[in-house]
Structures are given as C-alpha cells and as structure tokens.
C-alpha cells in the first residue's frame, strides 16, 4: 500500500515567520493530496487540497506545491499567527479517494 | 445540521468486552469511513464504505468489524477489545468518490483495560 512520510514531527515558528511542512509519497498512482488541521482536542479539518494534475494552489496564506516525479508535496503558511498552532496532517488518495494514508503529524507552534 | 455526530464520546473497556461505536452523518454522503488515531501514528484507516450497502477493509481492520446500516449511519464493533485498541475513533464521510472532502465527527476516546 501506499506510504507517506510527513517531516518535521514538531516545528517552532515566531510569528509572522514562514512555515514549511514537508510529505512524500511512495505510490505514483496517488492522485489527490489534502491537508488537515487538527487543534488540541478537535476532529480534523481540511484546510487546503491538490490534484495531481496542478503544481501548486493557493488560499490566502496557506499554499500547497506537489512533485509529481519526485513524488513530494509540501504545505506552506506564511504571515504566521497564534492561532495556526496545531497539528497539521498530510494525506495521499489512490483509488479514486476510497482509501486515505495519512501522514504522522507536524505540531506546529507559533510563538507571539 | 449536524454534520457527523459519534458516540460515545469516551469509553472504558476490559479486555474482552465488547462494544459498538456509532456513527451518522446528514449531510447526505455516500461514503463514509472509521479511522483509529494513535500518538505518532497519524490516522489509520480501519474501514470504510465507499457507497450504502458495500464495505471495504482499510489499512488495520484486524479485531474490528463495520455495518453500513442505512445511507447515514456506519458502526464499528469490537467484538473482544485488547489493550491494543486503546485508542481515539473517528468517524468521517464524503460526498462520493469524486468530491474527497473528509468531514470527521468529533471522536470516540476508548480505553481497553
């Protein structure tokens, strides 16, 4: 089956700085690549997307990019705020979105 | 509109209990799916059902058991609970193959003793 790795684990940020949350991925059949957020306590919620016909999107201060021939994707926050501290997941859709592997998490902090 | 509601929202089981967890969405969603999230593990998909009337294993389904009863609701069965399955449960569905977005319910906290 498909596997995703997901780095770093933990990753500290001042705010207003940039953070950049790396994946791969191991199956080239993979087609669909989303990001959850996931505050302490919460359920999981997707905050940004990609297919794998699309190199990067964007929405406001979230970007995702993906490599297909490197198979890598990568999640990009700019203008960080308090409030983006969570834990952020990457995933990776074969099968047209029947099966989802997801990747261990990256705790982010922001630091005020 | 609720959108996916679980429960319990925290169970405490001895080894070799057994119990359901219930899941049910009304956003009207074909598919729907169980995942179990452990620490540094990220979610594991446990099963999911990609259309009313079919189930399909995921990535771990061993010691677990689902019935999609009805268009909104899934359930899990642990039938012989080991402390292995400490873990949080989430339930999550999606319109259908084509839209992807995964809405999770709040969690299921289970504690096997």
């Known amino acids: 089956g498909e596997n995703v790795e997901q780095h770093p684990s933990t990753l500290s940020v001042q705010e207003g700085d940039s953070a950049v949350i790396k994946c791969t991925y191991s199956?080239?059949?993979?087609?669909?690549f989303p990001w959850y957020k996931q505050e302490l306590g919460k359920r999981p919620q997707l905050i940004i997307d990609?297919?794998?016909?699309?190199g990067e999107k964007k929405d406001q201060r979230i970007a995702v990019t993906l490599n297909k021939t490197a198979k890598h994707f990568s999640l990009h926050i700019t203008e960080t705020q308090p409030e983006d501290s969570a834990v952020y997941f990457c995933?990776?859709?074969?099968?047209?979105?029947?099966?989802?592997?997801f990747g261990t998490g990256t705790s982010l902090t922001v630091i005020p | 509109n609720a959108g996916v509601t679980q429960t319990p929202k925290f169970q405490v089981l001895k080894t070799g209990q057994s119990m359901t967890l219930q899941c049910a969405q009304d956003?009207?969603?074909?598919?729907m799916y169980w995942y179990r999230q452990d620490p540094g593990m990220g979610l594991r998909l446990i099963y999911y059902?990609?259309?009313?009337?079919?189930?399909d294993k995921g990535e771990v389904p061993n010691g677990y058991n689902v019935s999609r009863l009805n268009k909104r609701e899934f359930s899990l069965r642990l039938e012989s609970a080991a402390p292995s399955q400490t873990s949080v449960y989430f339930c999550?569905?999606?319109?259908?193959?084509?839209?992807?977005?995964?809405?999770f319910g709040p969690g299921t906290r289970l504690t096997v003793t």
């Open positions: 956003m009207n969603h074909n598919s």
């Open positions: 990609i297919r794998s016909n699309v």
């Open positions: 999550a569905s999606s319109l259908d193959r084509i839209s992807y977005e995964q809405y």
């Open positions: 199956d080239s059949a993979s087609n669909y």
């Open positions: 995933a990776a859709s074969t099968d047209y979105g029947n099966q989802f592997y």
């Open positions: 059902s990609a259309s009313e009337g079919t189930t």
